[in-house]
């Protein structure tokens, strides 16, 4: 196992994504006024309660309470665990995810 992300380095990626592009790679998004909406991917329903909020860069459902961040949705909606949802922004956005070196331990990868 490589070292741990930085934690810069999650809040930069998480800066630079846009919540509302993301999910809609994923989900299809109708804007509804200043938010987005779509049938909630975590629960069955058939009329949307799923609301996505650009300026938040966050996402919410009514319907089963499902709420988040990019990496929350990309954890639930992908399974991936948070070190996977951090690879697959950087992914998203052909950046490498450095790692920090872990001192003091005799051998590393
Ligand atoms: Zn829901």
Redesign the pocket.
Known sequence: MSGRIPREFIDDIIARSDIVELIDSRVRLKKAGRNHQAC????E?KSP??TVSQDKQFYH??????HGNVISFLMEFDRLEFPEAIEELARYHSIEVPREKRWGSSSIG
């Open positions: 909630c991917p975590f629960h329903e309660s799923f459902c009514f319907g089963c309470g499902a």
